[in-house]
Each structure stands twice: as structure tokens, then as C-alpha cells.
């Protein structure tokens, strides 16, 4: 099961002050859980930010504490692969993942984050590849290079190429904030994973939930939105979880080889809903 972006500071902190951090992902609890894997983006590192961010353009950094909201809710994964992963600059983010790894939370798009270079990494039959697209407003992010589509491309290909019976699952941060339509660069990015065998690709980072389909077979989610976020925008509150049964040995793009099944939630109380034009849904 995927989530879309989280943060776990500034008005989330405050609430958890009010109710506790396990309340902050209370209603999503049960299906995290009950999935065999469940990976969402936290988009603030677990440490204090550095100087620099303003209102137009804020650093977004969480509250250690905030890793209790995580380990109760059953998330096994988070991608750190994201436009705010070096907010608290690169020592943040390595206490982030030990932080993480002492509450047996596994990290993904570490070294994307601090390189821009993109790995797969291996989490029981599956590959992940995770990879931010979204230029960072501050150093030192913003010092980092984005990767190409040709390089997303390869990554996956070399995945594919080393353990073949292992399928690819593709992350990407990505998207122009509150756009609910993808542009030809966002397309052109999931266009290159699917070209390079991935078995399944999905996006967040635009903090709106987008369409999801299938290209060449491969089921392509265009964005989650927001799992749990202080947005009050309307457009930032509808956010999706998705669950993917993905099939070890399984060809990429094999018509009913990935199940997938969306479900809705409102990302300021963290309550499902219906998924708007019905739901749950698949493509």
C-alpha cells in the first residue's frame, strides 16, 4: 500500500500536541497494516530545519516525536526522495532514517536525495526506485540534480536487468503544486519508468490527487495527494492510498498482472471517504 505526502510538523504537530501522534493516522491504521508492505512520503525530516524558509516558500521539517504516528500506524516504508528531504539539512536527514531504522521503518531515495543519483533498492520480493523531480527552494536541496527521464530510464532497466524476477516499483515526487492535470514533463517521466520495465509507477507531490490509469499495461497513478497534511486549500484535502499486488516473476505490463484498488481519504482529519466519482476505484 502507498500513501502520498505527510507531514509531520507545523499544524499536524500542533494537533498532535491536542491528541497524540497516534491519532494523526488513526483511520489509515487498518488498511496499512493489513498490507504485506505500506511505504508513504514524508515530506518533513525528523529534525529541526535549517534557517532560511519564509511563507511563500517554508522549509517543512517534523517532530522526532512524530515517528510514534508512523510505527503505530503499521508503515513499514517512507520515500525520502522529496523537495523538503534536505530542509534540515544532510545531517537531518541521516538522523531522520536512523531515527527511522530504530523503529524498524526501512527508507527509500536516501541517496537520491542527497545526490540526485537513482538506485533500486531491494525490500523482500520487490525493487524500489525512488526519485525527486521537484527542484527544492533552498539549499542545500536545491544544489542537487534532478535526474533526466533517460536516467529514471536506466535506473530501471539495470533494476530489471540484475534481478528480473523481482518487479520495479517506481516513486516519484513530483508535480506542480495544487495542479490536478499533469504536464507533458510529469508524462514524460512515467512514460520513461514504464519504457525501462517498471511494473508499476505512482506519483505524489503536487498535493492534489490526479488521475491513475494504465500505460502499456503498467498501472501509472499521476498523484496521491496528501495522506495527512495541514493544507486547508479544498483541492488538498481529497488524498488517495493505493494498493498494488505486485507478483514476483510477473512481465511488466501484462494485462492483470498488478491488482490495484484506490481508496480516498480527507488528508486535514485523516478520515476516508468516498473516492470522488466512486470508490474505491480501479483502473
Known amino acids: 500500500m502507498i500513501g502520498g505526502d ?10 498532535a500536541a491536542r491528541r497524540g501522534w497516534p491519532a494523526q493516522l488513526l483511520a489509515q491504521g487498518p488498511r496499512l497494516r493489513a498490507a504485506d508492505l505500506s511505504i508513504v512520503n514524508l515530506e518533513s525530516p525528523l529534525a529541526p530545519c535549517l534557517p532560511g524558509g519564509t511563507v511563500a516558500r517554508p522549509r517543512l521539517c517534523g517532530d522526532p516525536a512524530g515517528v510514534e504516528a508512523l510505527a503505530k500506524a503499521g508503515v513499514g516504508a517512507v520515500t525520502l526522495a522529496n523537495n523538503h528531504a534536505l530542509d534540515a539539512g544532510p545531517d537531518g536527514l541521516r538522523k531522520t532514517v536512523d531515527l527511522l531504522a530504530r523503529r524498524g521503518i526501512r527508507s527509500f531515495g536516501t541517496r ?37 527521464p533517460a536516467a529514471l530510464s536506466r535506473a530501471v532497466a539495470r533494476a530489471r536487468r540484475l534481478a528480473p524476477s523481482r518487479p520495479v516499483l517506481v516513486i516519484l515526487h513530483v508535480g506542480r503544486e495544487l495542479d ?13 519508468a514504464v519504457g525501462g520495465g517498471a511494473a508499476a509507477v505512482v506519483m505524489h507531490g503536487a498535493h492534489v ?34 494498493t498494488l499486488g505486485l507478483r514476483p516473476g510477473k512481465a511488466p ?11 480516498c481519504i480527507d488528508s486535514l482529519s485523516g478520515v476516508e471517504i468516498p473516492c470522488p466519482g466512486g470508490g474505491p476505484s480501479r483502473p
Not at 499533469?182 to 520513461?192: G, L, M, V
Not at 495527494?225 to 493505493?242: C, M, S, T
Open 180 to 192: 490536478p492535470l499533469p504536464n507533458p514533463r510529469d508524462r514524460a517521466y512515467a512514460e520513461a
Open 6 to 15: 505527510l507531514l509531520l510538523g507545523r499544524g499536524v504537530a500542533a494537533d
Open 209 to 242: 490527487r490526479r488521475a491513475h490509469g494504465r500505460d502499456r499495461g503498467v498501472p501509472v497513478h499521476l498523484g496521491l495527494g496528501n495522506l495527512r497534511f495541514d493544507q486547508r486549500d479544498p483541492r488538498a484535502r481529497v488524498g488517495a492510498l493505493l
Open 253 to 263: 505490463g501484462s494485462q492483470g498482472s498488478v491488482e490495484v484498488e484506490e481508496f
Open 112 to 148: 537520491a536525495a542527497l545526490t540526485g543519483l537513482l538506485e533500486a533498492e531491494r525490500v523482500g520480493p520487490l525493487q524500489v526506485v525512488a526519485a525527486n523531480l521537484t527542484p527544492p527552494s533552498h539549499p542545500p536541496g536545491s544544489k542537487v540534480p534532478l535526474p533526466s
